[in-house]
């Protein structure tokens, strides 16, 4: 346990002493939540506006955990292999699951700290949740998919380019880029018919759409969403399927990677 602990507090002094991850994980989010708010949404009727503006929240919140989970978790890696940390850790009596655990422990509060950030920005924005406790209750799970979801590519990226350059940049394209094309950081039904085919199956848009769906269920009742219901039996299991594999997708690849580091595991 103390060496979990270990690289919980590793992890988490790294993040505090990195400008740039600062601004992606929160700055970014809150920008962009802010800019939407007053100039996108401006045109929408008053009474829609507190749905609105707490969709807005959801997406930017969602778009911190891909951050977190993909890129954060992701560089981490890369970097501590050019730093040697792996071949210090191979010669000392450290179980390789703890510098794993350790790590998405550490993401998980940086994401947990996040989600309370830019909820209170939202709050203070006007956005509401207009359905109770049960409710958000149930969207837990699915804000908790897309953190796996977004995990597992993290351990995955990193262990498959070596370069940490390399490794930076495609998280971060498969963060922007990602967002981008799968409704994250627009309404799902503003995406031309092919991308919403993509939002619908992607893991992480897919995550958020079912926390979406109990957390503002009048959004999907709107004609604009053309009979896509994120609630239904078979797409929740699609979403706890699809993100719980590519996380142990992820765990598989990062223990290998650690067995051929020598790493006890």
């Known amino acids: ?79 501590d292999r050019v730093r040697g940390l792996y071949a210090k850790l191979s010669s000392m009596p450290v179980r390789g699951a703890s510098e794993g655990v350790g790590r998405l422990l550490a993401a998980a509060i940086i994401a947990l700290v996040e989600g309370l950030i830019i909820a209170g920005v939202g709050w203070a924005l006007g956005g509401r949740v207009e359905v109770g406790l049960g ?22 990226i990193p262990n498959l380019l070596y370069s940490v350059p390399a490794a930076q940049g495609v998280g971060v394209a498969v963060v922007v880029l990602g967002s981008a094309i799968s409704g994250v950081f627009e309404p799902y039904f503003l995406l031309p018919d092919p991308l919403k085919i993509f939002s ?28 896509f219901n994120p609630g239904t039996p078979s797409y929740l299991t699609y979403v706890a399927a699809s993100a719980l594999a590519i996380f142990f997708l992820g765990i598989a690849v990062h223990g290998w990677r650690a067995r051929s580091r020598a790493l006890a595991v």
């Open 1 to 79: 346990m103390s060496a979990i602990t270990a690289f919980i507090e590793k992890e988490l002094r790294e993040f505090l002493r990195s400008p740039s991850s600062i601004f992606w994980v929160i700055g970014w989010p809150v920008f962009w939540q802010v800019l939407t708010v007053y100039v996108f949404l401006a045109g929408v009727p008053r009474d829609q506006l507190p749905q609105a503006k707490e969709s807005v929240t959801i997406q930017m919140v969602a778009f911190g955990v891909a951050f977190i989970g993909i890129s954060l978790v992701g560089n981490g890696i890369a970097q």
């Open 200 to 227: 619908r199956a992607y893991p992480l848009s897919a995550a958020m759409h079912a926390a979406k769906y109990f957390l503002i269920p009048g959004e999907f009742a709107s004609p604009n969403y053309r009979g």
């Open 135 to 156: 409710h958000q209750l149930r969207a837990l799970p699915f804000l908790l998919a897309l953190f796996l979801a977004s995990a597992g590519l993290g351990l995955i």
